[in-house]
């Protein structure tokens, strides 16, 4: 199997049509499909069913791809075995994080990482964790920063810190007037309340959209926001309620005289901060020295 070819019928697949796959490989449109019929006829039946939206794979394609993808990554592997062996000290490292947890957690990793390694580039993508995932998956990055809990077999896990969900909100709340701030409650106790809303793809969302859907509440929503900050202040100063961690609250003392906090009831799947990899992925000694420095890292942004 020819290795460029396998990215591109990758791409094709990710891009879930041609035209958007040639733009993103910067190749004409007839070439790149003069190139899947070469595969395809290579390959003696087609890997495309072209006539669906977005397009998909026909069963031979399915292990073209499975195929193609293990090639790649024993391939990638081999590149950065012999990039160590050969320039332990240079190379990059895709990271892949929130910009909110960036925020917090390169302040303290990077500094004791690039004093090591002055000559490695980091190369960061900035998305919410879901995006971050599925790149992860599909070998975009190299290390990603996840707040989630352990889902993927392929996937490596490594605990950086464990964090919970609450409730945040004004002391002029009606939510605040009626119960006591730190008090455990259910998510119906707000079901009355305005609330500012993570955007989808983040994971805050991810768990407050199957609580809704688990007790049954249809909330108002004043506005969605990409940003924590944005939305724990903006809760305060509208006497709306925001669901977010709890360190990103204790991260901020100046608003605690102005906040009630509930700790959430009912969250089956309790939320830790991880760094991980793909179980297949080769990692180069600056790698594991970048895990090894967030995981073991004074981090005062967590307590």
Do not use: W
């Not at 977005?54 to 292990?63: D, H, M, N």
């Not at 909110?100 to 004791?112: G, N, S």
């Not at 939305?231 to 977010?244: E, H, N, W, Y």
């Amino acid at each position: 199997m020819n290795t460029k070819h396998a990215q591109y019928m990758l791409t094709v697949l990710q891009e879930g049509n041609i035209t958007s796959a040639a733009k993103k490989l910067y190749v004409s449109q007839p070439s790149l499909s003069q190139m899947i019929k070469t595969v395809e006829h290579n390959l003696g039946t087609p890997i495309f069913n072209r006539n669906t939206e977005p397009i998909t794979l026909t069963y031979a394609g399915e292990k073209y791809i499975q195929a193609a993808k293990q090639i790649l990554t024993i391939n990638s592997n081999l590149a950065r075995e012999i990039e160590e062996i050969n320039h332990e000290e240079h190379g990059s490292i895709r990271v892949g994080i929130p910009i909110q947890r960036a925020m917090q957690v390169l302040p303290y990793v990077l500094p004791k990482f690039i004093k090591q390694y002055p000559f490695v580039r980091i190369d960061l993508k900035e998305y919410g964790s879901d995006i971050i995932e599925s790149l992860l998956l599909e070998g975009g990055i190299d290390l990603a920063g996840l707040t989630t809990y352990p889902k993927h077999e392929e996937l490596q896990y490594i605990l950086v810190e464990d964090e919970d969900l609450v409730l945040l909100t004004s002391k002029n709340s009606a939510i605040a007037k009626r119960i006591s701030s730190g008090t455990p409650i259910d998510i119906t106790e707000a079901k009355n309340e305005k609330f500012i809303s993570s955007k989808p793809g983040h994971s805050v969302r991810v768990t407050q959209d199957r609580l809704f859907v688990t007790y049954d509440i249809q909330p108002e929503i004043l506005f969605e926001t990409s940003s924590i900050e944005v939305g724990k202040r903006t809760a305060i100063a509208c006497d709306a309620v925001f669901i977010c961690p709890i360190n990103y609250i204790e991260m901020s003392p100046e608003i605690h005289p102005f906040c009630s906090i509930y700790p959430i009831k009912g969250i089956e799947n309790r939320r830790s901060f991880y760094i991980c990899h793909r179980k297949d992925f080769y990692l180069t000694k600056y790698m594991r020295e970048f895990i090894n420095i967030l995981v073991s890292v004074e981090k005062p942004f967590l307590h």
